[in-house]
């Protein structure tokens, strides 16, 4: 009939206005590196986002003003935290930033055991609101699970990713020292920026304390110290997860969104939740997703030789839980049983600090968005400790505001004067530690809640075992023997402990490994099941080290996209 | 690091955690808004002398002229909990009766040096009872006026460029500065 014929060319014209070359999902830290890297390589596509546009600079609103400007002077109302639960059990709530995270209501999750989950949904994603330090990984981490007997291998070595490591500091632009130090590999940095009169003196005396074995660095950050194209060096503002009008630091918009964007290959869509790959049996390969408008809620498809997954670990997850089939009931991804399993983190919430005396003529100025780092010292080489892995610490030192107590002064102009003054120094740091991948660590699809839009939401199973809290007892001994020993006093330590997720570096749902019976992803990234889909962000993570790991997902997503590049010149997928 | 390090001196000011600024678990139970609790003009003209007796006019602005008193108005009223704020109001007339069995006369009506040696002594009553107090106690009333005084204060266009020194741009960043004593606190966002 002729209705029929007239059907199938508004089907192939409108299939045809869908199909791109690749698929990003997600706009990230690593989506963005997909979508530059593909575009670059002359693909077509199309990058999807679940939230809102958010343009660089135009949608940074609150960065202009002055500090009286705020409403609230900077601090979240009653409304808010009643609204932002997840987000108000940490640092993470603040007036400027609170429409920057997903919408608590609209997006809930559950907690089996408690887990902090921190979400932006909006262009960029965390991108914008990250913490920027940035590290590269060892081999010392990249053989651990094989040497301690450990979970599974990891498929690559430092070798296999030294070079993107180069690649993408590089172009995102990392401040940093050179040290020397085997357990964190120097990099192509940056001119560095300072430490401090105080913090130098403290590195110096912990050097020679410690016989050269333990090192008090510059935290390396994906902050500019010298202007890179089209984007000003940072200015010391010390803002900028409000965003930043200079470029003065690495987000998808000030960095791999408008190198995407000048090739003209991409297309972004933002309001678009993935809500299944779509997997095609008779070719056993992807051919594209479903959406799901979150402003209209209507699906479409949209059709690509290759997909990036980079939803975040957890959201990526989800995906390929969403994407089961009757091949694989559990989703893309389950055949080996790790999909959603090996949840991990880096523990924190715990530390030490104390006061410097003297140097009461020194100063410093502008705000560095940045402070010091203390690599990991335990088990490694000679060092041997009653749990497996290791820890870092970051901190800083600073001489106190207006907001310290002044002894016998507390009323009136002297009390005034006495606090518009820097008062004393004081410097304090937070440990970092790895975290074991544990199979029973999981996430699922909670069988009985639904979000905004009538969709699973995950459930989180996951908590520090023995290892970790053995280790925790460790970081705060060490620290406080650390600063004792560099003439630190009043010390104080914490620990207020750490629910998973809390560190915000969630990582391992859909780990890499060598064989497919016991990992999700192969060594390119690939899914096993699913050659034609990449996940690069956190979910691929084989085990966590206790770096920030960031800048391994940036490596690990340019390396996987000329991956994918290459097999599709090949035919391979 | 820079936030966290601020709460917690905050904290150490007024020997406790912000109030309504920090930290609150999920499921803490939450205010509804206004509930009946208003502030008059009078309120807040009381509220910025006290405010002024912390931080008077000296070389530079005083809390009154940097509108401490409306500044905390707003905050008691969007950020505090019901019971912070019913403490909040209770601890205005707590306040003035203080002042009246002190000095006897009411707190607008006392001298300069009157307010002062009011506060000077609700100053330390508020610090043992802080000490002291178990979690679950409320706080002393004091300690909002306190906090929010200072707050207020060093957040505001006066306070910010008047008594400190206010760098928007700082275009750079060095690590050992010399220093004299009377030089003010180079001060950020917080």
């Not at chain 1, 990891?154 to 993408?168: E, S, T």
């Not at chain 1, 053995?470 to 330590?493: H, P, Q, S, W, Y």
Request: aromatic share 12%; hydrophobic share 35%; glycine share 10%.
């Amino acid at each position: 009939m002729p209705g029929d014929s007239l059907d199938v060319n508004l089907n192939t014209k409108a299939k045809k206005q869908n199909t791109y070359q690749a698929i990003v999902i997600g706009s990230g830290i690593s989506g963005g590196w997909a979508a530059k890297e593909l575009c670059e390589k002359g693909l077509s596509v199309l990058m999807l986002e679940r939230g809102r546009n958010f343009e660089h600079i135009k949608d940074y609103k609150t960065a202009p003003l002055d500090p009286w400007e705020f409403k609230y002077r900077g601090k979240t109302t009653s409304e808010q935290r009643k609204n932002y639960p997840v987000i108000h059990r940490g640092w993470a709530a603040a007036e400027a930033v609170m429409d920057y995270w997903a919408n608590e209501k609209d997006c809930p999750y559950t907690e089996e055991k408690p887990f902090t989950w921190w979400r932006s949904y909006q262009m960029g994603g965390r991108s914008i609101l990250w913490g920027r330090q940035s590290y590269r990984w060892s081999n010392i981490d990249f053989e651990a699970n094989l040497k301690d007997g450990w979970a599974i291998d990891w498929p690559i070595r430092y070798n296999d990713i030294a070079h993107w490591y180069d690649y993408v500091e590089s172009f995102a632009g990392i401040s940093g020292s050179l040290e020397g130090l085997p357990q964190l590999p120097d990099g192509k940095f940056l001119p560095p920026m300072d430490l401090n009169i105080v913090e130098k003196e403290v590195a110096a005396r912990i050097k020679k304390k410690f016989n050269g074995n333990r090192h008090l660095i510059i935290g390396r950050v994906a902050n500019l110290t010298a202007p890179l194209p089209g984007r000003t060096q940072c200015q010391f503002r010390n803002r900028c997860w409000e965003g930043c009008m200079f470029g003065g630091y690495f987000s998808t918009q000030s960095s791999t969104l408008p190198a995407a964007m000048a090739t003209g290959n991409l297309t972004v869509r933002p309001f678009s939740i993935v809500t299944k790959i779509l997997y095609d049996k008779e070719t056993r390969k992807a051919k594209g997703v479903e959406i799901l408008d979150a402003a209209t809620n209507q699906t479409y498809e949209y059709y690509a030789d290759v997909v990036f997954l980079n939803a975040s670990a957890l959201n990526s997850a989800w995906v390929l839980f969403n994407s089961a089939t009757d091949i694989w009931p559990g989703g893309l991804g389950s055949s080996s049983g790790e999909l959603g399993h090996n949840v991990m983190d880096h523990h924190y919430n715990l530390g030490a600090s104390g006061t410097m005396e003297g140097y009461e003529d020194r100063y410093y100025y502008g705000r560095r968005a940045n402070g010091f780092y203390i690599p990991r010292f335990a088990n490694l080489f000679e060092d041997k400790r009653d749990y497996r892995r290791g820890f870092g610490y970051q901190g800083a030192a600073s001489r106190q505001n207006w907001s310290r107590d002044v002894a016998e002064m507390n009323i009136g102009a002297n009390f005034k004067e006495a606090i518009t003054e820097p008062g004393p120094w004081k410097i304090g740091a937070t440990g970092f530690g790895e975290t074991l991948p544990y199979h029973e660590n999981n996430i699922s699809l909670d069988p009985n809640v639904k979000d905004k839009w009538g969709l699973p939401v995950l459930r989180m199973d996951a908590e520090l075992k023995e290892n970790e809290l053995k280790m925790r007892k460790d970081i705060v001994r060490e620290i406080k023997e650390m600063l004792e020993a560099a003439g630190v006093k009043n010390i104080d330590t914490w620990d207020n402990g750490h629910a998973m997720g809390h560190g915000i570096h969630e990582m391992g749902t859909a780990r890499m490994g060598r064989d497919p019976k016991s990992s999700v992803l192969n060594g390119n990234n690939q899914v096993w099941d699913c050659l034609n889909v990449y996940v690069t962000d956190g979910a691929c993570m084989t085990s966590s080290a206790c770096q920030n790991p960031s800048l391994t997902y940036m490596a690990l997503t340019a390396r996987a996209a000329h991956h994918a590049v290459n097999e599709l010149k090949k035919g391979n997928i | 690091m820079e936030r966290r390090e601020l709460l917690k001196m905050i904290a150490l000011v007024t020997g406790g955690a912000v109030i309504g600024g920090e930290f609150f678990l999920a499921g803490c139970k939450n205010p509804e808004k206004g509930n009946g609790l208003t502030f008059t003009d009078d309120d807040i003209a009381f509220l910025d002398e006290v405010a002024e007796t912390i931080l008077p006019k000296t070389g530079s602005a005083g809390a009154k002229e940097a509108k401490v008193g409306l500044f905390m108005k707003v905050w008691v009223n969007d950020c505090y909990t019901r019971e912070d704020q019913e403490n909040f109001h209770a601890g205005m007339k707590k306040l003035d009766e203080a002042c009246d069995k002190m000095h006897g006369t009411g707190f607008m009506k006392a001298s300069p040096e009157q307010r002062t040696s009011l506060l000077v002594a609700l100053d330390k009553e508020r610090a043992e009872y802080q000490k002291n107090k178990q979690k679950e106690d409320p706080n002393h009333y004091f300690q909002y006026m306190k906090q929010l005084t200072i707050m207020g204060y060093f957040t505001s266009k006066e306070g910010r460029t008047t008594a400190l020194r206010y760098e928007p741009v700082p275009g750079k960043y060095i690590g050992d500065l010399d220093y004299k004593k009377g030089d003010k606190l180079f001060a950020g966002l917080n």
